[in-house]
């Protein structure tokens, strides 16, 4: 049973940067591929970046590319989400997802285990 978990939402100021985290358990961490997603109200799940099982990031959204990065740390069981000069438009709830296939997509679909999510909110 894989579990995920993710940590480190806030209030921010505009500019400002937060750093979120996620654990999964369960399973190899190695063997999965990571990503996150975000949701404001009333829009659909957008895909903000991933990391495939190598370690490298897939590309990021224009919405965020520049801004955001993620990382991995399979000793920790751990990806991050780094979010600098935040935007209020940034403001969402924000979900990790992971799977066991070798290559993250955008595709919401193509994740089996989600977090409950985190939100983030940026103050303008």
């Known amino acids: 049973q894989v579990q995920v978990v993710e940590s480190g939402g806030g209030l921010v100021q505009a500019g400002g940067s937060l750093r979120l985290r996620c654990v999964a358990s369960?399973?190899?961490?190695?063997?999965?591929?990571m990503a996150w997603f975000r949701q404001a109200p009333g829009e659909e799940r957008e895909f903000v970046g991933g990391?495939?099982?190598?370690?490298?990031?897939?590309d990021y959204p224009n919405s965020v590319k520049g801004r955001f990065a993620i990382s991995r740390d399979d000793a920790e069981n751990t990806v991050y989400l780094q979010m600098n000069n935040l935007k209020p438009e940034d403001t969402a709830v924000y979900y990790c997802a992971a799977d066991y296939r070798p290559y993250a997509t955008s595709q919401a679909s193509d994740y089996d285990y989600w977090g409950q999510g985190t939100q983030v909110t940026v103050s303008s």
């Open positions: 990391v495939h099982r190598s370690g490298t990031s897939t």
């Open positions: 369960g399973g190899t961490f190695s063997s999965k591929t």
